[in-house]
Each structure stands twice: as C-alpha cells, then as structure tokens.
C-alpha cells in the first residue's frame, strides 16, 4: 500500500489526521500562497493545495505515495453586496495580525479549506473544499492587543486560532464543521484517499 505523506508544517493538521487513526510523514511543500483579488474562495483553497500536494510529490521523487495537502483562507463577503471577497491568509506580521481581527470583529464569514490528494504513481489529484460559517462577537481593542501581544496568530489563516484561545471570540458556527476551522476536514480528507485507492482505517 502506497504511504501517505501529509504536505504540510501545520501541528494541527498533523494531530488531526493522527486522530483519525492514519500512519503518515510530514513533508511541507513550501508555494506562493498569494492569490489575486476577487478570487473566490473555494477555488483559491483548492488551487493552492493543489499546488502545495504536487510541490511536495516532485520532491518525493519515484516514491510511491499518496500525498495529502490542505489549504485555509476566511474570507469576508463585500458588505456593499457586490459578490466580491476579501481573502484573509496568514498574517506578515503583528500589525497585519491586528488589522484582520479588528475587520472580523462581529462578522460573519466563510473559512473555507482546500483539500487535495495526489497519487505520485500516476499523478492522479483528487480535491474537494468545505465552507464553515463562523460568526464572531464584536472583539474589544484592548482584547485585540492582549490577543496580538500573546503571539496566537502567526501562521493562522484570519490571525485567530479557534482551537486556542480564540474561541472566546465566536458565537456560532453553521455548515462545516470545526476541524475545518482548525485547518482540515477530516472526513473529506479521508474521502478524497478512499477515491485513490487507500484502504481506511476501521
């Protein structure tokens, strides 16, 4: 049976895909995450894990493996209703950090994650997203810069992380589920393995 590789540094995917019972190794793949204005993002996370899942297949070589890449971006509808979003990766820094959580503060907006498999043998790529509503209360500025200074937000998708302190911040969550808002839906994960031929845990 072909191993799995998991393209991607993020803790939380990795403790998330252990949990689902899966033997995998770690290889990022390092892409340009940036991605044009007005790009929808449902297409944008799958493009980029795409990218990311056939990054790290070049890297493998003649391995035969099936190689897993996730992507996550929240993204804010236009509140003039033009249809446009605004995409919100990972923060450059602390002030980019602070910007992204005061333009979430009571909002309502879609963190949506990329998913892609890919079966090195033959370059299959099976991919797939999920879009988790997440609602947030209004978030207080001295909340904003306790929450900066405490360092949370690096390599967090908005600058907040759901699965750390951050959930004091959300009301409701409607659609997906939360292991999306950590950074990978599981059960679509495993799905888009099934389709390559992988044999899931029981």
């Given amino acids: ?31 340009d995450e940036s991605l044009p204005p007005g790009t929808d993002p449902e297409a944008g996370a799958v493009r980029l894990a795409r990218d990311k899942a056939c990054a790290a297949a070049r890297c493998l070589g003649a391995v035969d493996a099936l190689v897993l890449a996730a992507d996550t971006i929240v993204a804010l509808e236009d509140p003039a209703g033009s249809g446009e979003w605004r995409l919100l990766g990972k923060p450059a820094d602390a002030g ?44 207080e ?18 600058g907040y992380a759901i699965q750390e302190t951050a959930d004091r911040f959300v009301t409701r969550l409607e659609e997906g589920g939360l292991d999306n808002v950590v950074g990978l839906p599981v059960r679509l994960a495993l799905e888009l393995l099934s389709r390559l031929g992988h044999s899931l845990p029981r």
């Fill in 1 to 31: 049976m072909a191993r799995i590789v998991l393209a991607s540094a993020s803790p939380r995917r990795r403790e998330l895909l252990a949990a689902a019972g899966l033997a995998f190794e770690v290889r990022p793949a390092d892409v």
């Fill in 96 to 139: 980019e950090a602070r910007a992204m959580l005061r333009s979430l503060s009571g909002s309502r907006h879609a963190v949506v994650t990329g998913v892609a498999a890919l079966r090195t043998r033959d370059g299959v790529v099976e991919s797939g997203s999920e879009r988790t509503w997440v609602t947030m209360r209004a978030i």
């Fill in 141 to 158: 500025p001295e909340e904003i810069e306790a929450y900066v200074r405490s360092g949370e937000w690096e390599g967090k998708a908005g």
